[in-house]
Each structure stands twice: as C-alpha cells, then as structure tokens.
C-alpha cells in the first residue's frame, strides 16, 4: 500500500511531466512554423541546419514566449566567458581590427560610464 506521502509524491512528479511535454511541444510548435515559414520564403538560411530554439525569458505577465530562429553560417554562439578564449585560438575568429577594437572601444566606455554613475 502507498503511503500519502508516496501518492503525494507520484501526482507531483505527474503534474511536473505533463508541464514539461506541454512546454516542449510549445517550443516545437514554434520552431515548426519558423522552418515552415524560411521554406516558403525560399530563405537560403533555412537549408544550413543550424537554428536556435528557446523557451523564452518571461514578460511582465510571467508567460515565456519560446522561439526559434536560424543561425547564420558565419555565426556563432558562444559565452561570454569563452568568448576571450575564441578570439585568441589560432584560426578562430577572425573580425576586422577595425571592428574589434571598436566594440572593444565602445563597451569600454559603457562600462567606464556605468562605473562613474555609480561612484556620484
């Protein structure tokens, strides 16, 4: 015989399953009508393979919008904490000295203007 506590147990690990099959199917759902869509427009980014999915951070409302999207052939996703390590691997990203040492620039700055809002 179960205990209440098992019964209890079981039911919270049920309800747990079925939010996340309704959750996944949400994503897929989404991600169906992304491909779907690229296909129709005949965009070439459709064909790579490459797409990112997401359940989606919550709105005011406390609802998360999951959503899909392609990734493009020359991008990619990385870290910010690997990202250091990515630019300096032999044959890894290559930007523009031109581009690099502006981004670098203008957080820089952010980051230097945050700072001073905070020591006022």
């Given at each position: 015989?179960?205990?209440r506590e098992?019964?209890?147990?079981?039911?919270?690990?049920?309800?747990?399953?079925?939010?996340?099959?309704?959750?996944?199917?949400?994503?897929?759902?989404?991600?169906?009508?992304?491909?779907?869509?690229?296909?129709?427009?005949?965009?070439?980014?459709?064909?790579?393979?490459?797409?990112?999915?997401?359940?989606?951070?919550?709105?005011?409302?406390?609802?998360?919008?999951?959503?899909?999207?392609?990734?493009?052939?020359?991008?990619?996703?990385?870290?910010?904490?690997?990202?250091?390590?990515?630019?300096?691997?032999?044959?890894?990203?290559?930007?523009?000295?031109?581009?690099?040492?502006?981004?670098?620039?203008?957080?820089?700055?952010?980051?230097?203007?945050?700072?001073?809002?905070?020591?006022?």
């Open positions: 015989m179960l205990g098992d019964a209890q147990g079981r039911a919270a690990g049920a309800e747990r399953i079925r939010q996340a099959y309704d959750r996944s199917a949400e994503v897929a759902a989404v991600a169906a009508c992304t491909v779907f869509e690229a296909l129709l427009r005949g965009d070439d980014a459709s064909r790579q393979g490459r797409w990112r999915f997401g359940l989606g951070m919550p709105d005011r409302e406390g609802s998360a919008k999951p959503w899909a999207m392609t990734i493009g052939n020359r991008d990619m996703v990385v870290s910010m904490e690997e990202l250091p390590r990515r630019l300096l691997e032999p044959n890894g990203m290559m930007p523009s000295n031109k581009e690099l040492a502006s981004a670098c620039n203008q957080r820089l700055a952010q980051r230097m203007a945050y700072g001073a809002s905070r020591a006022t």
